[in-house]
């Protein structure tokens, strides 16, 4: 027997099914007289579960998704003629500051472990 949440799931695979490349790249569009490639990070995420005990003790069945997509930048022909890829300047950013962030703390552990030893 398939169920209400069953049929609900493989629903959400068929919408999702192209999610990929296709997803990844958008469409070349002419902007300004410049032909672009929109270029982005697109991730999806499912998850559902049920109960075997019945609905009265507790039992019941549910799910969820989401979706995330990071406009990273756009592939732009140059002056010459060549594809050359033009990044979010503040995605970049944004993306940086958490490594930033982490080795600055690395270094500070090392500096302190050094001074220790001393």
Known sequence: MVGPMSESF???VDTFKNV???RAYGPAMNIAGEEVIPVAV???GFGGGSSTEDAQTGGGSGGGGGGFVLPLGVYAKSPAGQMTFRPNTVVV?????PLVCAVGISIRGILRAVRSRR
């Open 10 to 12: 493989s629903s959400l």
């Open 20 to 22: 990929g490349v296709s």
């Open 42 to 44: 697109v991730t999806f």
């Open 93 to 97: 950013l944004a993306a940086l500051a």
